[in-house]
Structure formats: structure tokens, C-alpha cells
């Protein structure tokens, strides 16, 4: 068991600071839809109201801040019902002409399994996350580098997108990032209190309802769940809300800081990090474990990893 005392960091934390490397890079202007909210249809209602939000469970981390269990208010408010996939990104990118921070950088942090040792040997890897290569000319449309490409992962979720990227997305789209209480709310699907998205039980009936690791982190990924990386958008059987992936597949940005704190005050370091939701690919048990609904992690506004993605939300009016 995790003791509630401790923390360890998680399998996605790798920051852009982590890495030396020169250059600084431009705040663009802020992207202002003009013809209506893209991709409307995919959008759920959910009508709100108080739910349990937060957990006190031993597999917990304290130090995250997970709890305590407190209750939350949330107003109506609109979720989309998959995480923003390549194909909509592509409409994104065409229509506006944006460039991406791992694009302005000129490089972005990919898991060493989709690399070879010759590329393993060229990249920069972080302190304390060394499955992690900053790899140079990774972004969306190159998710492992050089020489790859989203062809035939259209339906799969956008990654190498920063907080910044992604609030970019949502601005032409007419949305917004959901808050932590929005996510969580729409994440556990109706459920109080349960473990994860679906319920206590991690595998009901022998089945798998996340992309998750499986195997020996970060050595061996025996792919029971039949992916290595990200899988779909529409993959696994959604939540009570209708909602897909909501637990692993790709990390989410949200809105709000990640230290609750700093969400009331006027004027925070740019540095400070945003919180992000739902776990990924290679979470694990026997590592961090942030595939549970409650979990949280964070990174820098402009960090970017293969297994960081997004989805939208909007006031309801």
C-alpha cells in the first residue's frame, strides 16, 4: 500500500525546465472564435449540483492534496465527451496557422520505448524521470520525432500540447478547460466515492476499462489492455455520463492551478504549475498510480509530453 503520508512523482512529470536547453519563447495573441463552438455535437450536458469531491483512501497521496473528502458544488455545465483527438487538432492548426510550444522550443519529452538506442543515445533525458527523452522536432504531428507522423492516429488524442496549446484550442473552439472540480465531477459519472471511473475494482469481471501500464514500470508494458501508447478517443466502455477515458489513455489540463492556493491570488509566477487529471498509458500501481479519479498531478504552462492531451468544456447558458 502507498502510505497517505507520502508522494511519489509521477510517470508525467516531466517539465520543460528539466531540460537545458537555450531559448525563451513568445506568448502568442489570444485566439478569439468567430463563427460559433466547434464540434458542438460532442459535448455533454451535465446539470451539476454537490458531489463528494477528493478521497482519504490509503492508495492515496496526501501531498497531492486528494483530500480531504469535501463537498463540492458544481453549476451546469457542458464537457466534451472524448478528449480532443488529432483530427480536430488538424482543423485547429489548418484554420489558424498556430504553432505549439514543443513546435517554438523545438522539441518535446517522448517515452523511450517508441524510440530507438541511436536516438536514445542523442536526447537529453531528465533528472528523476529518465524514460523520458527530450526529443528534438517532437510535436503533435511528430509525436516520436523526425520522420513520424498522425496519418493513421486521426481518431486518436492530440499530444505534445502544452496548457498553453490547449487554452489556445479552446479559444478558437468557443470553449475552455474544465476546472478540477468540473473534471472530477464528470469523472466519477454519477458514482460517490468510488475508486476509479467505473467503480472499486479495477478489472470487473476480468475486463479492462482503461489504458493503462500493465507489466513491470517502466521495463516491460505486456500490453494486456492492447496498447502500448495512446489508444482511440472512443476506446473502452465511457462512464456513467457517457464520457470516454476519462482514467489513463492521455493526462488532461485543467484550468486551475495545481496549488489550490494560488487559485485566489491576483498574481501567480507564470512558472507555477496547472493541474492535470485522469492518468495515462504509463501509470501503474506499482509507481504512481494516478489512474484513481481523485489522483492529481501538474506541469509547467508550457511543458509538453507524448502522454499529455486535453478535452474542452463550456458554461452552460
Sequence with gaps: ?????????????????????????????????????????????????????GTEDRDGFSADDEGPIRKVNVKPFYIDKTSVS???FTQFID????????????????FYKFLSEEQQRKFQQPQGTP?????????WYQPVGEGSGVEDRM??????????DAKAFCDWAGKRLPTEKEWEFAARGGLEQKKY??????????EHYC??????????????DGYLGTAPVESFPPNGYGLYN????????????FDKSLNLSPKVDPQAPKAMRGGSYLCHYSYCNRYRVAARSSNTMDSSTGNLGFRCARDAK
Design 1 to 53: 500500500m502507498h502510505s497517505n503520508h507520502t508522494t511519489k512523482p509521477s510517470c508525467c512529470s516531466a517539465s520543460r525546465g528539466s531540460i537545458a536547453k537555450e531559448g525563451t519563447v513568445n506568448q502568442q495573441a489570444t485566439l478569439k472564435n468567430t463563427d460559433g463552438i466547434k464540434f458542438k455535437e460532442k459535448m455533454v450536458y451535465l446539470s451539476g449540483g454537490e458531489f463528494l469531491m
Design 86 to 88: 488529432n483530427r480536430e
Design 95 to 110: 484554420e489558424t496557422g498556430y504553432k505549439t510550444d514543443a513546435e517554438k522550443y523545438g522539441w518535446s519529452f517522448v
Design 131 to 139: 524514460w523520458w527523452f527530450a526529443v528534438e522536432k517532437a510535436y
Design 155 to 164: 481518431e486518436h488524442p492530440v499530444i505534445h500540447v502544452s496548457w498553453n
Design 197 to 206: 471511473v467505473w467503480g472499486d475494482e479495477l478489472h470487473p469481471n476480468g
Design 211 to 224: 489504458n493503462i501500464w500493465q507489466g513491470d514500470f517502466p521495463r516491460t508494458n505486456t500490453e494486456e
Design 246 to 257: 476519462m482514467a489513463g489513455n492521455v493526462w488532461e489540463w485543467c484550468s486551475n492551478w
